[in-house]
């Protein structure tokens, strides 16, 4: 913050933590959304507006994309819930200043992957091998 002004937080300083998995070198994090739904509840006589009552709230799965190197902890992670012996994970995604400090963090419980994606691989083509694993979670909360 200068002066009176706050500023926003740049997108690309964050980091990833999960349990005992190793998130090195994420580089992108999609998913961090919440949704109510809602109940429309009509009142007899009042015609200018329709009440809308919370009802479930919904967690996106997170994805997070990295390039393949040789730490498979993700790829591990997944292939036990393929083979059904699976250990849910808690998690957070950390938001940081230029500083490096720590500014925003969001927290997930209960996660385990549901979707792993391997890299396009093209022979002529000279960019970075990225993987992506997507996570099914009990909630979002931030701290």
Request: glycine share 8%.
């Amino acid at each position: 913050m200068t002066g009176d002004k706050p500023y926003p937080y740049p997108s690309f300083r964050f980091r990833i933590e999960i349990g005992n998995i190793t998130v090195a070198q994420v580089s992108d994090v999609t998913g961090l959304q919440v949704e109510t739904e809602t109940e429309p509840i009509e009142e007899g006589g009042v015609n200018n507006f329709v009440y809308q009552l919370p009802k479930r709230t919904k967690y996106q799965n997170i994805t997070l994309k990295r390039g393949i190197t040789d730490l498979d902890d993700m790829w591990k992670w997944y292939q036990s819930v393929v083979n059904g012996k699976f250990i849910r994970q808690n998690g957070s995604i950390v938001l940081m200043d230029a500083t490096g400090e720590d500014k925003w963090r969001w927290n997930f419980h209960g996660a385990f992957p549901v979707k792993w994606t391997g890299p396009d691989l093209k022979s002529d083509s000279n960019t970075v091998a990225f993987e992506s694993i997507e996570l099914a979670h009990h909630g979002i909360w931030k701290e």
